[in-house]
């Protein structure tokens, strides 16, 4: 692409002031930006949360399960909800704010949610919604487009036909997940002769009906905690999600998979989904979707990827190669409310194909009839708002370059902070990003040293130790509202696959500066200090090791 | 209860305050609210819609796949949205709306929902919700307290357990009735002896443990069809939601119900479920829920309650009574979107026993750990925003009595509709409201005594010809744009079961006036002229009918 620096410079300078301050202050916007800026007072502070207060203690605000018999003014009431729930909810939008996916937002969302909000459309029909069906069909268009590039004709013959759909607008990647897989599980369970489908007959016939023994998902261990939920919900049940063994990467292993699939034939169960994963959730990598799809296709499976987090990398020309053969897909999750950039309930799942979502059609008497445009015909839920709009308002906003810049900054500032830590003498990278993600730890130096000597036993006791220094240090960082990191559990090969204690960064706030990471990373050094049992354990074990090899050597 | 006439009144001078105008123009909020305003123009304008334009033209506006390469301005795009969206929207809160159960929303919700979008808290987790955590708690136990009444010790104990839940925010009645069938599928293929339960081992295997040749839930034919998505989705099958003849007054036949019950005990069928309707989608009646209660206890099934539209009658001493037996429901869904007047995506699902929703439990590495108050590992749905927030404002600013006057207003207004309709010569009421909803059709005076001399076969012309007309009818009026009923296919008594055309009307807009219920039925005599083929097709059969008859007479 030829890339026009004027242009370009324009974005990046715009990119920069819807996540800073409003456009100026005699505009219409600026004038309810400034008037909202002024109730939200708490949430422009730069602390994640105003004052730590434990749990129980907002609990007694909250405490009452009686609903008021007499009616509170507007204003007593919002000066109630500014003192009891803004100062203590989570400053989610701070640049130091760094441990989950939910995302800061451009300002000028702000001014143009007021319309959805006001205007109260749903979107489960044309009669309540109008414009904003169409809206909502080119944006799932546009999606598709994003991922699958078909042409021009391809678009105008399926975006808005009555019978088709490129796929569901939802509240979420849980949603939108549980959509593709009921869509494939639909599809191979589908009428037979006189065997009517699953979706009419349910899965006992339908198990009946195939002869199949079970059904079963593949994905790796580090495949969403969605994906269990969707296979319990489905009837299919938890065990039927087979986890299959990540490599060093937390890539799914091709391997591995070949294997569990010919058991699996072995067995006589029906391997009906694959689901690749483009950016898990706890560490951002992605699955070799290509390979992915070339086993997908062989074994006549269907072939989903959750990019609900990695899918808005498709926007960067620079790292939308990470994610070849996406447009391989039969059916790709992508979470707008994540690296699109657009406020909670945003999620979208699109195929492929515009006859799949037929697998799961239906019509009622006094909507959703047939031939109608009606986008409720194809979706798990039913009255939907018309959320879509902001995702269009943003694509037309920021546009593909900005997002790319975006996408861009982030995993650049992901590998600038994998450097940092890697050149501190006291911090381990677990997990390099290859999204915005990225997973360490505290230990010592020394400690550092001191593992590579020890024996089995020791070893196990120091890495304990660490699990529970890494809880003690990312809750008491929570606890003191300057920044926040996440904590989850990996079992990484380097550390023989034993359950490991990892702080789990997401760097997708373009506020995030470089001298915040550096003082996280301080603030991690000084609250290790406070730990009176982890730490001292872990000393005096290193202590142990280090002198006893200084004796062996001398 | 002992009513307070000063406080009534001011209740009622505040209600109709927050539907019309924003408080004083110099105050906050209202200076907020008039920004807002003027950019919302379009939403203000009294028409549904401001100009009719046929679907396929405003799918011109919406037609391209492509993410633009170059970013809009802010106030650039807004004029687009204003131009080719809002112009192009349904106005749900106008008066003249009466046609679904998108509720106009009170003006304080405005500025508040910005909190809500601003915060962009995820409900999914503390870590990213905090305060709005306890808060959504304790408006499930408000809900929990509104259906149940349970003691305050029982709200103490388990509002805030981190092991329990009173129920489920989700984004709508949907997702919400799922919840329910789910936790029932679940809880009656429960772990037993070696078998690990249908969560874990699959619908497949739960039959062959129990022994049961089908799984069974059965609901009245007016029913949602969200129950036959949900029979779909959870892997019982269509088929497997049985649906039960109503009476005279669309309430569930509760001899046809037991006649089911044994018809399917004798084939080895489990039915798991009963589910009562609160307020039909079609026509607002409501099933009898105390004996509905009775059987579903005699044969050991789940007692669901899909009280979506119907649950917010419960805030009326006066029309509770209605709603008799749904406090020993096992669980309940209500739409706060709906008649609690919140924006769209405000569904909740309320279970009576706090243990309940274990069936559906699951956690994960990183969020959702055991033993944390984490609302996302009792929810179907994952990252959810901080709607409850809006619900919670609004029971405290409209409060109990408040809600009160809505609910009876607007059913009160429905009874003088249905006495409006049934006065007039030219209509016939078809359903009497019980809620605020009613349907009806138009049919001129002389065709009703026609219908009462026709031949069998006359009548099945005439009848053909009116729902045809009364189709006709109602699409007219909806691209007049002026006012808006909506339309569905009963089956009454009175006509034989036949397939029955009807206007479908849901009065529940403060605003709406009984001179707009007159302009309504006024509008649509109008309209049937216009009508060149079903309306004389109807004269000429009621000339040749009555013509007959007055011969024969003679």
């Known amino acids: 692409m030829a890339v026009d620096n004027r242009k370009a410079d324009a974005t990046e300078e715009s990119l920069h002031r819807i996540f800073t301050v409003p456009e100026a202050p005699d505009s ?51 000066h109630f909800l500014l003192d009891k729930l803004v100062a203590q909810s989570v400053h989610t939008s701070a640049p130091s704010f760094i441990g989950h996916m939910t995302s800061a937002l451009p300002y000028f969302l702000m001014p143009l949610s007021k319309i959805m909000i006001g205007l109260n459309q749903n979107l489960v029909k044309i009669e309540t919604s109008k414009a904003f069906t169409p809206l909502e069909r080119q944006v799932l268009g546009m999606l598709h487009n994003l991922i699958y590039h078909e042409s021009d004709d391809f678009y105008q013959q399926w975006m808005h036909s009555a019978n088709h759909s490129l796929g569901a607008f939802c509240s979420g990647g849980t949603i939108a997940n549980i959509t593709a897989l009921w ?20 899965l006992f016939k339908a198990m009946k009906h195939y002869g ?73 990598n992605i699955d070799p979707l290509d390979q992915l799809a070339d086993i997908a296709q062989a074994h006549d499976c269907h ?69 109608s445009k009606d986008l409720g015909s194809h979706t798990l839920e039913g009255s939907r708002s018309g959320m879509a709009m902001l995702l269009f308002a943003s694509m037309n906003i920021i546009s593909r370059p900005g997002y790319e810049m975006l996408i861009n900054n982030s995993i650049d500032k992901a590998k600038h902070f994998a450097a940092l830590i890697k050149a501190h003498p006291d911090f381990e990278l677990i997990s390099e990003p290859e999204l915005c993600l990225l997973t360490y730890r505290y230990v010592p130096a020394d400690t550092q040293r001191a593992l590579t000597l020890a024996t089995a ?65 301080s603030e991690q050094r000084a609250l290790a200090k406070l730990s009176s049992i982890s730490l001292p354990t872990i000393q005096s074990l290193t202590d142990t090791i280090l002198k006893r090899e200084q004796i062996s050597l001398s």
């Not at 070849?324 to 945003?346: C, F, N, W």
């Open 303 to 371: 072939f989903h990827i959750d990019a609900a987090w990695g899918g808005a990398t498709l926007m960067s020309h620079k790292y939308r190669p990470l994610l070849k053969g996406i447009e391989r897909a039969d059916s790709v999750t992508i979470d707008a409310h994540k690296q699109l950039y657009v406020p909670m309930g945003a999620g979208m799942v699109i195929f492929k194909n515009p006859a799949l979502m037929t697998a799961i059609e239906h019509h009622a008497e006094y909507i959703l009839r047939k031939g």
């Open 457 to 521: 036993e020791e070893k196990e006791s120091l890495l304990n130790a660490l699990n529970d220094l890494t809880k003690f240090i990312q809750k008491r960082q929570r606890e003191s509202g300057k920044s926040f990191v996440s904590r989850t559990r990996l079992n990484p090969v380097k550390w023989d696959r034993k359950i490991t204690t990892v702080f789990r960064v997401v760097l997708a706030n373009p506020l995030t500066t470089e001298t915040i990471l550096e003082d996280v990373l």
């Open 212 to 284: 199949y023994d079970d059904l079963a998902v593949l994905v790796s261990e580090r495949g969403h905690y969605s994906l269990k939920k969707a296979a319990d919900v489905l009837g299919i049940g938890r065990d039927s999600l087979i986890a299959v063994k990540t490599d060093d990467h937390n890539r799914i292993d091709l391997q591995a998979l070949e294997q569990t699939l010919a058991e699996l034939k072995a067995k006589n169960i029906k391997p009906f989904a694959i689901v690749g994963v483009a950016g898990t959730t706890e560490t951002g």
């Open 28 to 78: 219409t916007l600026g004038r309810i930006e400034k008037e909202i800026s002024e109730n939200l007072n708490a949430f422009l502070q730069t602390h994640i949360a105003a004052t730590e207060k434990p749990l129980v203690d907002i609990e007694k605000d909250f405490s009452s399960a009686d609903i008021p018999e007499t009616p509170s003014f507007v204003s007593d009431h919002t």
């Open 183 to 202: 869509v494939a599980r639909n599809h191979a369970l589908r009428p037979d002769g006189e065997f009517r489908g699953v979706a009419q007959e349910g």
